[in-house]
Each structure stands twice: as structure tokens, then as C-alpha cells.
């Protein structure tokens, strides 16, 4: 089977396209298409949203609706907005599994980025937020200088998850006959050809992987050194310099006073 797999995978024929079908780079645009689509809108849905609830602190239940949203199941949701939504668009466009699909997929995406953009807004230490006030900031500029900035490797962890998961759950979209890299799972479970639906499945979690590694690597470099301690060495042989003196001159204070 392994050896069924390798080949059906290192096959020229399959990943060029044909008057018949479509090759694997053809499935794996349109896959990471639907894909950008969905956390495109998943983002500007969730994460302002988050943002505001986690700095005003109002409306602090929609954080426990949307998360309920999670348990929704998927493709049972999806066939009900087929039959819902594809009788209006028949027999001119896919938009009547294409717009299905894409809200099933922002459904399953919205929930760990809105949930991590009000998480890391509300463990931003109450002291930074209280010296930001205190020097004169407005509430959005707390928000946009200190909160967000704080708040960015939580922000960065849910939207790597929702990616994640976006990626995986994508396949759906073959089901309801779109493309993307489904297709060759879904296809290769009806004509029973496993070496198929196999290599299906791998590439599926090839892209997954090499977009989480890509986001981590982006994270790596927009995210302050300070709040992943990632300082360099002499940065933190100062800071380590800096914290003993501190230590020393407050044992020197403390004994004068006990004099």
C-alpha cells in the first residue's frame, strides 16, 4: 500500500491537468482558495470583535455563543445550506455550494480567533493598562499601542488553530462537488482506490503543516522579543545585571530602615 501510495503520488500524470479532469495543483489552489476565503472573513469578523469585548468588557457572553458554535455539526450544516441556498443559483454558478461552504468554513474559524483576541486583550497586566491611562492615552490608543501588541501571540495561537483546522475541514467542499484536495479522498473512496484517497489525505496534511510552519515563522518575527524572551544574550546579561543590583540595593534600603 505504502508503495501503491508513493507512486500514485510521484505519477506526472496526475498532477497535470487533463481534458477529463483536474491535476493535484489545480485541487490544491482551489483548495487554498476556499480555504483563504473563509479565514479572510473569519478575521474581520472575529478579531475586532474579540479586541472590543476583551478592552470594554462588555457583551463578554457572545465569547461562550460563539464558542458553542464548535459543536455544530459540519457537514450536516452544510447539507442543509446546499438545500437551502443551491436552489437559487442552479444551473448558473457554484455559487450554491461555494457560498454554503464558505460559511460552514468561517463557522468553524471565527470561534478561536475571536476567543484568543479577547483572551490575550484581558491578560494584559492591569498595572500596563492603568500607566497607559495614566500618561494620557485615549482608550483606542490603549487599545493599539498596549493592548494588542500584548495580546499578539494569543491572537497569533487561535488564528494558527482556526488555519489549522479550516485546512482539514475544507474538504468538504467536494462533497458537495467544488474542488479542492477532497477530491481525491472523496473520488478515490467511491472507485474504492485507496492509494488515492490515501495520497488525499497526506497532501491534505502536508499543507497543513507547511502553513502552520509559515505562520510560526511570521509570529517568530512580528511578535515583540519581550513577550517571548527570546532577548539576545547581552540583552539578557543586562537584564540579569540589572535585576541584581535591584535585589542588592533593596536589601540595603531594607536594612538601613530596620537600623
Known amino acids: ?36 476565503i ?14 472590543w469585548i476583551g478592552h470594554s468588557g462588555k457583551a463578554t457572553w457572545l ?10 455539526p459540519t457537514v450536516g450544516v452544510l447539507v442543509l445550506l446546499v438545500v437551502v441556498i443551491a436552489p437559487n443559483f442552479y444551473g448558473r454558478t457554484n455559487a450554491g455550494y461555494l457560498i454554503p461552504t464558505e460559511i460552514v468554513l468561517v463557522l468553524l474559524a471565527v470561534p478561536p480567533i475571536l476567543s484568543n ?6 491578560n494584559v497586566p492591569p498595572a500596563v493598562r492603568d500607566a497607559a491611562f495614566g500618561m494620557g492615552m485615549t482608550g483606542r490608543q ?3 499601542r498596549v493592548e494588542l501588541p500584548n495580546a499578539l501571540p494569543l491572537i497569533f495561537s487561535g488564528f494558527r488553530s482556526a488555519t489549522l483546522q479550516v485546512i482539514a475541514t475544507a474538504t468538504i467542499a467536494s462533497y458537495v462537488t467544488l474542488g479542492g ?25 502536508a499543507l497543513a503543516l507547511t ?27 543586562r537584564t540579569e545585571g540589572a535585576d541584581s543590583r535591584s535585589a542588592v540595593l533593596t536589601e540595603e534600603l531594607a536594612s538601613e530602615g530596620a537600623r
Open 38 to 51: 473563509a479565514l479572510v472573513v473569519a478575521v474581520a469578523i472575529g478579531l475586532p470583535l474579540g479586541l
Open 211 to 237: 502553513t502552520d510552519l509559515l505562520l510560526a515563522l511570521v509570529q517568530r518575527y512580528t511578535v515583540s522579543r519581550g513577550l517571548t524572551g527570546r532577548l539576545p544574550r547581552a540583552g539578557r546579561v
Open 142 to 144: 490603549v487599545l493599539a
Open 1 to 36: 500500500m505504502i508503495g501503491d501510495t508513493f507512486g500514485w503520488l510521484t505519477d506526472a500524470a496526475h498532477w497535470r491537468s487533463t481534458n477529463f479532469d483536474t491535476g493535484i495543483w489545480d485541487q490544491l489552489l482551489a483548495h487554498i482558495g476556499f480555504c483563504a
Open 63 to 72: 465569547v461562550t455563543v460563539v464558542n458553542a458554535v464548535r459543536a455544530l
Open 181 to 205: 484536495l477532497g477530491r481525491f479522498i472523496y473520488d478515490g473512496l467511491a472507485q474504492q482506490d485507496y492509494p488515492q484517497m490515501i495520497s488525499g489525505g497526506l497532501l491534505v496534511a
Open 117 to 122: 483576541a479577547y483572551a490575550g486583550v484581558q
